[in-house]
């Protein structure tokens, strides 16, 4: 019970400083919405890439894996 409180609090916090964070931005409303869409745009782009580069490094992984898995097999048939 103790840490449902404890992250109801973190949460409350945290979306207590995005809101004073906005309210206190020096720029308009419409630049800042465009700034912050700007950066998601580039940190989508970043964790999209992230994901196909571990994507791939799995799939390779993968294939080591059964290669060897095969090699084990004819060594001891």
């Known amino acids: 019970m103790k ?8 949460l409350t916090g945290i979306a207590v400083g995005a809101v004073a964070g906005l309210m206190m931005a020096p720029d308009e409303g419409a630049k800042t919405r465009k700034k912050l869409l700007k950066k998601a745009k580039k940190y989508k782009k970043a964790v999209t890439e ?3 580069e571990y994507k791939e490094k799995a799939s390779d992984l993968k294939d080591n894996i059964e290669s060897a898995a ?3 097999k004819k060594r001891f048939s």
């Open 3 to 10: 840490i449902s409180k404890s992250i109801i609090l973190l």
């Open 50 to 52: 992230k994901a196909s």
């Open 70 to 72: 095969n090699d084990l």
